[in-house]
């Protein structure tokens, strides 16, 4: 019997479960998170949702975000968990211990690098988000696809697919995501409320990213600079700045997009976006890691001593890649 057979027995079997999703909350971690807890209870089950750490407002108007929890759980032998999207137990952050202790702990996630730690894992590196996972998962279990929860999985495909645009968007991915829309769903409306609006706040501090850009090595690499100070100023929030270095990758004929990210006078934070390039081999030189489209890592050190270790990196990147 498979890990994903024995996932559906329990699921049919057990009645008490707690789902977990992974730090820094994205889009798949929360919708595969309400989608699968809404199913599990029209099933009957019961079912409460935790999350270690804030869910951006963006993703607040989706059903069941008010009763996802924050706080440690209690831990108890008799309930079922189930980790959603998280490669590896650090990414549970305060809830890591309560996880790692039960008997059960189901792992259903879509990232290559998953360390397999659950007691039963259901890990599928060609889905493009968690969400098709538990797409399927839920139509096993034959639970009627509703508006809310049709709306739960497209926010979680189609964050973790740049709204269908990456290379991880497969077939499958639209056949899943045209039973989404039938089963009612307005998809217009609900892209537009999470890929195109964004508060007045992050423009303002867009503006302030777009007059201080610099490029480098004939214009192929393009580097913006923020600091917490101009965020503040802005009245931009931590979640402004996701999404601004994404835009020194759409610079046409730039490779290696760079935000620096003044912390303090002794810490940067460091994001790369690229088109063809590895980042994240250039993140894992400066001790980051993240996508190989998309990385980061953050630096000790004055901005300028950490500005010139990363554009010698990058330089050299650049100019030798693959060596
Ligand atoms: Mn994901």
Redesign the pocket.
């Known amino acids: 019997m498979t890990d994903r057979a024995k996932i559906i027995e329990i699921l049919k079997k057990e009645s008490k479960f707690y789902l977990i999703s992974h730090m820094l909350p ?1 889009g ?2 929360i919708g595969s998170l309400l989608a699968m807890g809404e199913g599990l209870q029209k099933m009957g089950k019961d079912v409460r949702l935790f999350a270690p750490g804030y869910i951006p407002g963006k993703y607040r108007f989706l059903e069941g975000t008010e009763s996802i929890v924050h706080e440690v759980l209690v831990n108890d032998p008799d309930i079922t968990m189930i980790v959603l ?1 998280s490669s590896d137990p650090d990414r549970l952050g305060i809830f890591k211990d309560a996880v790692l202790k039960s008997k059960v702990i189901i792992n259903l996630d ?2 290559v690098t998953n360390q397999r730690f659950g007691s039963l894992n259901y890990v599928d590196s060609n889905a493009a ?2 969400g098709e996972i538990v797409y399927g998962i839920l139509q096993e279990l034959q639970v009627e696809l509703n508006r809310s929860i049709a709306e739960s999985l497209y926010v979680a495909i189609s964050t ?1 697919t740049g709204s269908f645009k990456y290379e991880n968007t497969t077939p499958h991915t639209h056949r899943v995501v045209a039973s989404l829309l039938e089963a009612g769903l307005n998809p217009g409306a609900l892209s537009q409320r999470i890929f195109d609006e964004r508060p007045l706040s992050f423009y303002m501090l867009m503006k302030v990213a777009i007059s201080g850009l610099e490029m480098y090595e004939g214009r192929r690499i393009a580097v913006m600079t923020l600091s917490r100070d101009l965020r503040e100023s802005s009245g931009a929030s931590t979640d402004d700045l996701e999404g601004i270095v994404n835009y020194t990758r759409n610079i046409e004929g730039v490779e290696l997009g760079i935000l620096f990210y003044v912390e303090s006078e002794q810490e940067v934070k460091v994001g790369f976006r690229s088109k063809t390039l590895d980042v994240s081999e250039l993140a894992g030189n400066l001790n980051g890691g993240g996508h190989i489209r998309a990385a980061g890592c953050r630096l000790q050190g004055d901005f300028q001593t950490v500005k010139e270790r990363v554009l010698r990196e990058s330089r050299k990147m650049l100019n030798e890649p693959g060596v």
């Open positions: 994205d798949d971690s999207d879509h990232h988000a968690t973790d």
